[in-house]
């Protein structure tokens, strides 16, 4: 071979093997497709040991264990493994026996760390079980992988400089199971979340702000929906935290009160008629319309619909939230809550608004805690969209589980690959 040179060095360079371990073959096997890099240790390896159990620097080679293999990156399009019996060394002085951990393996003990950050790079892009496919690998091989890295680098997460708070409950499947998710609305990251959506979740989270080096009593703004479990959550594990509604879910009862008030209308004998399919026209913002539903809603304009009057009272009360100062937006929702309630006598149709009213004036204060704390819930808002975007990765595997793990990996901003 001139100028040339054998695999095995190839090899032993490119893996960065150090001195310590050393490929001593390489095969290809034509009926698997597939490289095999074979490795062992060479007696550089023992010097620089460390025995695990009393850290004495005086380790000897004892054996070995079977054969195994470590899945590694493609080489020219075709799988390849690195094989090897690893050595056990046993300590002089306290006499253990150990297996020692090769330098090469990932968090899986199936795969080395560089096809560990080639699958978390495919899984960042695209669901696991696809990412499974392109690699060739089980979904739970994938999955167990990502749990170790994802648990491993949640465990080094800082909290301690969390203090402006938000929660939102997800919904993992169909009607049940939900998480509530809680995140660092500065940092705009997901810290931590937990099956539930009752007072006991704010529980689960003070514990895992404590576990990671933050403090509940250094949480002095918390932004949550309206939900008296949520507010009770708050109030008792979280006492120096100023509650505020997001706007998120402040607007979006007064959409669910027009569409209350639609459907009662739509039962109607006479106005009935002209409701049908105009569930997304009332929704929906009038900007976001389109054509054919602005023309829609210009002819139903002509019909003094109920529906038509909630839907001018949800604008109005969406508008508020454009005023610049609290005291403002105060006085705008008063206005609003008189207007509403003046034009609802009770048992009429407009009822649901006038329910709306109520919670109003009821949350006032925290509602206000939108322009007070100068909070910007911009990161609560967008937190449906980052929910789907997860529910799609973890596509499947809708445990408790799953979910909370790729929540980690999606919106954590944690450091990953882990070792
Ligand atoms: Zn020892």
């Not at 046993?90 to 020692?100: L, T």
Request: positive net charge; contains cysteine.
């Amino acid at each position: 071979m001139v100028g040339g040179m054998i695999p095995e060095k190839v090899f032993q360079q490119i893996l960065i093997l150090g001195d310590a371990w050393e490929v001593f073959a390489t095969d290809y096997d034509e009926n698997q497709r597939k490289v095999f890099i074979r490795v062992r240790e060479t007696p550089r390896l023992w010097p620089a040991a460390h025995c695990p159990k009393c850290n004495a620097q005086s380790v000897a080679g004892y054996d070995h264990v079977p054969e195994r293999q470590w899945r590694h990156l493609n080489v020219c399009q075709l799988e390849s493994a690195i094989v090897c019996a690893l050595p056990r060394g046993r300590c002089r002085e306290c006499q253990a026996v150990f297996q020692v951990k090769p330098p090469w393996e990932g968090r899986s003990k199936h795969f080395t760390q560089e096809f560990e950050g080639f699958a978390l790079l495919l899984a960042r892009e695209m669901p696991v079980s696809k990412a499974g496919e392109i690699l060739g690998e089980t979904d739970q091989r994938l999955w167990r992988m990502l749990f170790a890295h994802i648990q491993a680098a949640h465990a080094q997460l800082s909290m301690e400089e969390v203090v402006w708070g938000g929660a939102d409950e997800m919904n993992c499947k169909k009607g049940h199971h939900y998480l509530t998710v809680f995140v660092d609305l500065l940092a705009k990251r997901v810290l931590f979340a937990t099956a539930g959506k009752d007072a006991t979740t704010w529980e689960a989270f003070a514990t895992a702000l404590l576990a990671h080096n933050g403090h509940p009593k250094a949480v002095t703004q918390a932004a949550i929906d309206m939900s008296p479990a949520y507010r009770k959550g708050v109030a008792e594990h979280f006492g120096n935290a100023t509650v505020s509604f997001d706007k998120f879910h402040v607007v979006g009862q007064v959409v669910e009160a027009v569409d209350e008030v639609r459907r009662a209308e739509r039962t109607q004998p006479e106005r009935g008629k002209l409701l049908e399919k105009a569930r997304w026209l009332f929704r929906k913002n009038p900007e976001n319309w389109t054509a054919k539903e602005g023309t829609r809603w210009e002819e139903l304009a002509k019909e003094n619909l109920t529906t038509g009057l909630a839907y001018q009272m949800r604008l109005v009360f969406q508008d508020i939230y454009l005023v610049g100062s609290a005291k403002l937006a105060r006085e705008r929702f008063q206005t609003w809550c008189d207007w509403v309630e003046q034009a609802v006598a009770p048992g009429q149709l407009l009822e649901p608004m006038r329910k709306r009213a109520r919670m109003v004036r009821e949350h006032l204060e925290g509602i206000l805690g939108h322009w007070k704390a100068g909070l910007t819930t911009a990161y609560l808002e967008g937190l449906n969209s980052l929910f789907s975007a997860t529910k799609r990765k973890a596509r499947g595997y809708r445990s408790t589980e799953h979910m909370i793990a790729m929540l980690y990996f999606v919106a954590g901003k944690l450091s990953i690959p882990c070792y």
